[in-house]
Nanobody, 127 residues
Framework: QVQLVESGGGLVQPGGSLRLSCAAS????????MGWFRQAPGKEREFVAA????????YYTDSVKGRFTISRDNAKNTVSLQMNSLKAEDTAVYYC????????????????????WGQGTQVTVSS
């Protein structure tokens, strides 16, 4: 079992920045590939970014490339999502997800590939 707790959400103006964090506990964090997803009202949960268990590989959905950066600190059991140049369409509940990975460079971008989820943190981009 892996427990995930997100933090760092809030209200920000368009063009602003937020940094989301996800703290993991329960198993060896370095064995798990991590991902961030988001769900806007009335929409399905969608992939945002992923990082391999070693941190050597990252992957982003097209709409956030160049604006968001995913990173991890295996010594602190955390994964972060730095979000810059935020837009109104980034408004959503953001979820951290984890799955055990046997490849150091593997990453995953589908919801059904992840076994563990956090409770989510709200991000609202509005003036």
């Amino acid at each position: 079992q892996v427990q995930l707790v997100e933090s760092g959400g809030g209200l920000v103006q368009p063009g602003g920045s937020l940094r989301l964090s996800c703290a993991a506990s329960g198993r060896t964090f370095g064995d798990y590939a991590m991902g961030w997803f988001r769900q806007a009202p009335g929409k399905e949960r969608e992939f945002v970014a992923a990082i391999s268990r070693s941190g050597s590989s990252t992957y982003y959905t097209d709409s956030v490339k160049g604006r968001f950066t995913i990173s991890r600190d295996n010594a602190k059991n955390t994964v972060s999502l730095q979000m810059n140049s935020l837009k109104a369409e980034d408004t959503a509940v953001y979820y951290c997800a984890a799955r055990q990975s046997y490849g150091r460079a593997n990453f995953y971008n589908r919801r059904d590939q992840y076994s563990y989820w956090g409770q989510g943190t709200q991000v609202t981009v509005s003036s």
